[in-house]
């Protein structure tokens, strides 16, 4: 093999790196490929690779051999401990100027750590969430790079011609920001992604147990969803998935045991909004519903002890089903607020200038949020780069007012038929919170100044002013310091 002839490497041939590979040679990059296994490059060459320009090598140094500098090579490999050794293994072959990017979904303060790690090493780093599977991975996925600035104009070229495109051609790629900006854009997309499927089963139980539909009913009900409001990648396949029968006749869904599985960044999300003080309630409540649906023994035995409501089929099907539908699109709507304060958060502490619109530009296509709904959180950022939350902007708040009753009936609905509704409700209680001027604090911080002398602020004095009150007349005069976890 010439020395200096591919433009990129990869290392990792999973489905996904695979995939990137294959996308890549057909927009005429020439990769070359390395796995710890090296048997895969072989048969990777011999079979999915056949007929391409991709170049297997069995060693570091051959891959390092290869490339045209600055070398860039795209690690695809497992999250966590295996990057980092990947890392060592690499660097020292390497020449001051040369890009590790990293495509996995590695948790953003790693990718911070490893930005300086490489920087004081004189190499530049790259970390890039990959949204869409394998089918977008093939044909065309999000990307959403961060990492070292310095790096991007020798990737950009590359990862934006194997992004997916939208409506008029602009690429589901541009840079997000340093450090780790790139893999947290990636969580909280990920976050969403698990409050967009908790509420698409939520919908669907409220439907199954509430109307008693069934799965060519849901199959119906779905299909005519995706031509509307709720477009998106996910009601597709849920569409799809209710069509899909066994070799039996019964629908597939209905054999699947009701225990899901995680891989984590829903929980680094909510993780996440706990540090930084974030009220992400409905991404919370979809990753609880996960843990609770993992306790299915103790689900059966509680199911013969416990009792709920019941009740016959609701006798409206039109109205229950719009109603639900309704609450669907307002809850997420909810979901991707509560997204967006996060970012916005995160971007304070972390020193980021995210672009907000341009990261809804990067989630309509290519990745598993991908919906129409995101060209109106594009406009709204579009129209004031400075919005402080999305509910406040005209399309969002004209239509929670126009849909509320619709969005309420179907929790109270839910809680009639005894139907789990977690993140339709927190969603729902969020909406009341937020649109409330004066919330109840004003009691719990009497409670804390009580028990605590932990001390409040008035409505009549300047903010900042804190107060202490010997409540008993037992108390002393020394009050607790005031702060914030």
Same mark, same amino acid.
């Given at each position: ?5 591919? %433009? ?9 790196? @695979? ?79 040369? &890009?590790? &990017? ?21 190499? @530049?780093? &790259? ?19 961060? /990492? ?17 495109? #939208? ?17 947290? #854009? ?50 597709? !396949?849920?569409? @799809? ?6 070799? +039996?006749?019964?629908? #597939?869904?209905?054999?699947?045991? +009701? ?41 059966? !035995? ?13 006798? %409206?099907?039109? /109205? ?13 709507? !909810? ?33 598993? &949020? ?23 902007? +005209? ?16 929790? !109270? ?18 909406? %009341? ?53």
């Amino acid at each position: 093999m010439q020395k200096e002839s591919c %433009d990129i490497g990869l290392i990792g041939l999973a489905v996904m790196g @695979q995939n990137l590979v294959l996308n890549m040679n057909d927009h005429g990059y020439r990769v070359a490929v390395y796995n710890r296994t090296t048997s895969k490059v072989d048969d990777f060459i011999g079979n999915e690779a056949k007929g391409t320009d991709v170049v297997g090598v069995h060693s570091i140094p051959e891959l390092v051999e290869v490339l045209k500098k600055p070398r860039r090579i795209m690690l695809m490999v497992k999250a966590g401990d295996t990057v980092d050794q990947m890392i060592d293994a690499i660097a020292p072959h390497l020449e001051a100027g040369d &890009i590790l &990017i990293d495509g996995g979904n590695s948790h953003y303060p790693d990718t911070n750590r490893r930005t300086k790690a490489l920087a004081d090493k004189g190499l @530049q780093f &790259i970390g890039t969430g990959v949204s869409g599977g394998e089918e977008g991975a093939r044909f065309g996925p999000s990307i959403m790079p961060g /990492g070292s600035v310095a790096a991007w104009p020798h990737v950009k070229e590359i990862f934006q011609s194997i992004a997916a495109k #939208v409506e008029d051609g602009t690429p589901c790629c541009d840079w997000v920001g340093e450090n780790g900006a790139g893999h947290y #854009v990636k969580m909280v997309h990920n976050g969403i992604e698990y409050g967009d499927m908790q509420l698409i089963c939520e919908a669907y139980q409220l439907l199954k147990d509430g109307l008693g539909l069934n799965a060519d009913d849901l199959h119906e009900v779905f299909a005519d969803w995706n031509k509307g409001e709720l477009d998106s990648y996910l009601i597709d !396949i849920t569409e @799809q998935i209710f069509a899909k029968k066994d070799d +039996d006749g019964i629908p #597939v869904v209905e054999k699947i045991l +009701d225990t899901a599985g995680q891989k984590g960044t829903g929980k680094w999300t909510g993780m996440s909004a706990l540090e930084t003080g974030t009220p992400v309630t409905l991404i919370g409540e979809a990753v609880f519903a996960r843990c609770l649906s993992a306790m299915k023994d103790e689900r059966v !035995i509680a199911s013969k002890i416990l009792t709920g409501p019941k009740l016959a089929a609701a006798m %409206d099907r039109a /109205g229950f089903i719009e109603d639900v539908r309704r609450a669907l699109y307002c809850s997420k709507m !909810i979901s991707y607020a509560q997204g967006y304060m996060l970012l916005r958060e995160a971007a304070k502490e972390e020193g980021w200038n995210l672009n907000f619109g341009g990261i809804a530009l990067m989630w309509r296509g290519g990745c598993i &949020i991908r919906s129409r709904f995101l060209g109106k959180i594009k406009e709204a950022y579009d129209k004031n780069p400075k919005l402080t939350n999305l509910l406040l902007d +005209d399309f969002f708040s004209a239509t929670l007012n126009e849909y509320q009753a619709s969005w309420r009936r179907a929790i !109270i609905q839910a809680i009639e038929y005894g139907v789990p509704t977690p993140a339709f409700s927190t969603a729902l209680a969020f909406y %009341d919170a937020y649109r409330t001027a004066r919330l109840p604090a004003n009691l719990l911080q009497a409670q804390r100044d009580f028990f605590g002398a932990h001390t409040y602020e008035r409505i009549d004095k300047p903010r900042g002013e804190f107060f202490h009150t010997n409540w008993t007349g037992r108390g002393g005069r020394v009050s607790s310091g005031t702060y914030n976890v």
